[in-house]
T-cell receptor
């Protein structure tokens, strides 16, 4: 079974530029998450989708971050314009549905803003 | 709101010694609890999860954790540490009934001393 796929793995951009990350969840997984992990910290949920609807985006900085999950499958996370403090690993994850089902993580997309 | 607290950001043990990583949770509903491991430059891998079945949960790589409701704890243990166990470990909690966000602790970095 293929895992959660993310791209690009690494990205370096200058502040005020834009960047987009793509995620393809495990086939059949209805729930998709984007987490931000700053160096030395635990992952923080940015947005959670159930199929193509948003369940929780309370911690998404909506003035610069946006995410979509068209057709309820893959998803894109965009940052525009980027700030230095956005340097982090962006982790995509998916699960069959909610509750106690295992959440599977991708390898992450490493962003450095200079 | 639900949360987890990991006691000790860094833990060092000798190879062959007992590994004990501490996690306490706070949740207003019966929680689902997870331990994830993160190796350098990689995503998160599930070690084990508690979903209200047996209170002693066995995971991969010889790890196990015991859910203690009276102590609101879910500590991770391994009888004998191996050099390959060196990594960052995250405890996470997930609620239910409309509160399914997965919330992570700040992590514990485990170092194995030869």
């Amino acid at each position: 079974e293929a895992g959660v796929a993310q791209s690009p793995r690494y990205k370096i951009i200058e502040k005020r530029q834009s960047v987009a990350f793509w995620c393809n969840p495990i086939s059949g997984h209805a729930t998709l998450y984007w987490y931000q992990q700053i160096l030395g910290q635990g992952p923080k949920l940015l947005i959670q989708f159930q199929n193509n609807g948003v369940v929780d985006d309370s911690q998404l900085p909506k003035d610069r971050f946006s995410a979509e999950r068209l057709k309820g499958v893959d998803s894109t996370l965009k940052i525009q314009p980027a700030k230095l403090e956005d340097s982090a690993v962006y982790l995509c994850a998916s699960s069959l549905d909610l509750g106690g089902n295992t959440i599977y993580f991708g390898e992450g997309s490493w962003l450095t803003v200079v | 709101a639900q949360s987890v607290t990991q006691l000790g950001s860094h833990v060092s043990v000798s190879e062959g010694a007992l590994v004990l990583l501490r996690c306490n949770y706070s949740s207003s509903v019966p929680p689902y609890l997870f331990w994830y491991v993160q190796y350098p430059n990689q995503g998160l891998q599930l070690l084990l999860k508690y979903t209200s079945a047996a209170t002693l949960v066995k995971g991969i790589n010889g790890f196990e954790a015991e859910f203690k409701k009276s102590e609101t704890s879910f500590h991770l243990t391994k009888p004998s540490a191996h050099m390959s166990d060196a990594a960052e470990y995250f405890c996470a909690v997930r609620g239910n009934f409309g509160n399914e966000k997965l919330t992570f602790g700040t992590g514990t970095r485990l170092t194995i001393i030869p």
